[in-house]
């Protein structure tokens, strides 16, 4: 009871909770596409390449979101031109530029006066930073995820299930993969504040991975993923609060728990 009344009284709560809800739909909307196509690593490097983004933002005193969103989509680009090459897997180019993100945040985090505390909260998350603009993101970056999934429903189904075969009968895969990674991107900006960088990739893998237990169609497993990431992202909400534990880390625990108790009883289920 403790919490409706807090949630009636204060403003802050409602707009956590409600940015909560949202980022469970749009980060349980782009899970199975990174799990179906092994882009795991892709999430920890655009949050990685988030940090360089705020940095650049705090220190040159302009819109912390504008900062983010340009660093993820640079480095989804640079990410799409050096994996065009043959000779550069993806996961090798990840590997070369996150470091080179991450140093340039720490390098330019370390002039701010307010180093610690903009560390701690875009390291960790901090639901008290979200403010309605955050929502209002928030929202747009779901309708745009909604969209993308509708329009290019057919040609990521294709290409996530055989790129070769999909470029064979004509779906241009590169423009695919470079749609992927932008959403993927915006969707990583979004989740920021409340999942920080260096949770972020249990947020874009874990429903994911539960869906892919059960789905048997992309729909299937955005729909399945979405559920699993609402529930458990309102129950580790609800949890924290009365707990005062950092909202984040302990809806990754709930995530990861359900999906370990799911796994066990699947394999249990099939007599392995």
Not at 112 to 141: M, Q, W
Not at 182 to 203: E, N, P, Q, R, Y
Not at 244 to 261: Q, S
């Amino acid at each position: 009871m403790a919490f409706i009344t807090d949630l009636l009284n204060y403003e802050f709560l409602r707009d956590a909770l409600i940015a909560n809800v949202l980022i469970a739909f749009v980060t349980g909307m782009v899970s199975p596409v990174i799990v179906y196509k092994r882009l795991e690593f892709i999430g920890d490097g655009l949050a990685h390449a988030i940090f360089a983004g705020v940095a650049f933002a705090v220190i040159f005193n302009f819109n912390i979101l504008l900062g983010s969103v340009l660093a993820t989509l640079l480095f989804a680009y640079l990410v799409y031109v050096l994996s065009n090459d043959t000779q550069i897997a993806e996961s090798t180019a990840i590997g070369m530029l996150l470091p080179v993100f991450m140093s340039l945040g720490v390098i330019l985090f370390s002039k701010s006066e307010r180093y610690t505390t903009d560390v701690t909260s875009y390291l960790f998350g901090n639901i008290l930073l979200i403010s309605k603009h955050d929502i209002y993101f928030i929202a747009a970056v779901l309708v745009f995820s909604i969209l993308i999934l509708l329009w290019k429903h057919y040609e990521i189904s294709y290409w996530l299930a055989d790129e070769t075969m999909a470029k064979f009968y004509g779906i241009k895969t590169n423009i695919v993969r470079f749609i992927v990674l932008v959403l993927v991107s915006t969707v990583v900006v979004a989740a920021l504040k409340l999942a920080g960088v260096i949770v972020m990739g249990a947020f874009l893998v874990l429903p994911g991975a539960f869906s892919k237990n059960y789905a048997k169609s992309l729909t299937s497993a955005i729909l399945r993923s979405v559920v699993f990431n609402f529930m458990l992202s309102l129950l580790g909400f609800v949890t924290a609060y009365y707990f005062d534990l950092p909202p984040g880390p302990t809806i990754v625990l709930f995530l990861f728990t359900a999906f370990l108790i799911s796994t066990l009883f699947v394999k249990s289920k099939n007599g392995q």
